[in-house]
């Protein structure tokens, strides 16, 4: 006759299997690199500050696949001409390893007639592990957008606004894999954007689309073959202070 386990022994193998999980070997984890939202030709807010949440497509590794990246950051704007913005970002699909980015705006005015606003945007992004003898990576991006954006609709009272943009881009990414050199990356991504800025009150809604291309590359003795990537992104701001004037 079969005898069930005592609960001593129950316990003993739930601790063990507990210790076993604990003590699973350190993996390298691929860093990822985003493309952050570049909100268009218009300065948000205009004057003030303000709490930011983007949430898109990004790169991940040296494979350049693609992933989620949530991005959660403080956005602030002097004059209606300059803007900064500071975030903090997560990749969501994998290992959630994390950056930060940095971006900036210069606003020209309204170059292309009086309900257009034209910028250049700025943005500096970094993700970095140090992990013993497994991994020792960072990978950067420098991204350069010339949004033109066009007021499409307002309401009378000037409290709700409907406005579309376009313009080119480009990311030059650095992946820095110190332990293999010989796996480092560097990559070039051109291509546009075009994206719609809705506005309610003091909430900005944004939806993107950027066309990238990105090279072919060999990592890790596999061959990865270049190419043309949509990469959508939305995000919600909430500001203080007064909004983009148009004409102006």
Partial sequence: MCRSPQPSSRLVGLAMAALLAGCEAPARIALPAPVPLTQGGTVVPAHGAGLGIDFGDGFLGQELMRTEILAVGLV??????????????????ENDQGGTFIRMKVRAGPLLGPKTSVAAAFAFATSSRVSGDLQDERVTTLD??????RLLAASADGWHELSGYLGPRIIFENYDDRLTPGESLEATHVGGLAGIHGRAGRFHLFGELNYLHFP?????????????????SVGVALHFGPSHRWGK
């Avoid at 350069?144 to 954006?149: G, H, N, R, S, Y």
């Fill in 216 to 232: 072919g590359r060999v990592v890790r003795g596999q061959s990865y073959d270049g190419g043309w990537m949509v990469v959508p």
């Fill in 144 to 149: 350069l957008a010339v949004p033109a954006e």
């Fill in 76 to 93: 602030g704007g002097l004059g209606d001409r300059v803007g900064a913005a500071f975030y903090n970002f997560n990749e969501t699909q």
